[in-house]
């Protein structure tokens, strides 16, 4: 079982609808949580990041942690064909390193 | 403005050459990271520093080495034992735990 897992897609939106991105992990004891955004050819850059239960908001995007379930997602509102890139999961276990997932590439249909 | 700059940004290697890759931070941050990416797919974690003059392997440390003389620096090089070494390499920080990654721009690296 992998650490991290994501679908790795492509996920296809249609503009202006809701994006839903799902991530899960192994450790139960992991503590941090983030999402990063890359665009091909392009860096990471962090987008959300959360480490207790429940939803944390930030303009269009809503990050949301289970750790019961071991599961955080990302949710995209009203999305724009700006935001068609590959979105990283990666996790805290247990010092600063982070634990990445494979990425889902999310691409909005105009 | 803090960053990280990461330079070349494009890298062309011959066969049985060693390169060398810059990684330059001033966000006073302890921890620096070396990265892998290819096509496709996910980070694949080289070596990385939590304090100057130590560093650990990662999970495909063979064939790259590094050094950290200084807080601010972690250069990586890629020796002629990495025989697939054409890859995307992303160099990254961290704050402390839970303040997750900075990343660089970010070197593209091809074997000619």
């Known amino acids: 079982q992998k650490e991290v897992e994501q679908n790795s897609g492509p996920l296809s939106v249609p503009e202006g609808a809701i994006a839903s991105l799902n991530c899960t992990y192994s450790?139960?004891?992991?503590?941090?949580f983030f999402w990063y955004r890359q665009y091909s050819g392009k860096s990471p850059e962090l987008i959300m990041f959360?480490?207790?239960?429940g939803d944390k908001e930030d303009g269009r995007f809503t990050a949301q942690l289970n750790k019961a379930s071991q599961y955080v997602s990302l949710l995209i509102r009203d999305s724009q064909p700006s935001d068609s890139a590959t979105y990283l999961c990666?996790?805290?276990?247990?010092?600063?390193?982070?634990?990445f997932g494979t990425g889902t590439r999310l691409t909005i249909i105009p | 403005d803090g960053g990280i700059t990461q330079s070349p940004k494009y890298l062309f290697r011959k066969e049985g050459q060693n390169v060398t890759l810059s990684c330059e931070q001033n966000?006073?941050?302890?921890?620096m990271y070396w990265y892998r990416q290819d096509p496709g797919q996910g980070l694949r974690l080289i070596y990385y520093?939590?304090?100057?003059?130590?560093?650990q392997k990662g999970d495909i440390a063979e064939g790259y080495s590094v050094s950290r003389e200084k807080k601010e620096s972690f250069p990586l090089t890629v020796t002629s034992a990495q025989k697939n070494p054409t890859a995307f390499y992303l160099c990254?920080?961290?704050?402390?735990f839970g303040y997750g990654y900075t990343f660089g721009s970010g070197t593209r690296l091809t074997v000619v």
């Open positions: 990254a920080s961290s704050g402390g």
């Open positions: 450790d139960r004891g992991s503590q941090s």
């Open positions: 959360i480490y207790s239960n």
């Open positions: 990666a996790v805290n276990r247990y010092d600063e390193k982070l634990t």
């Open positions: 966000l006073n941050h302890d921890a």
């Open positions: 520093s939590q304090i100057v003059n130590d560093f």
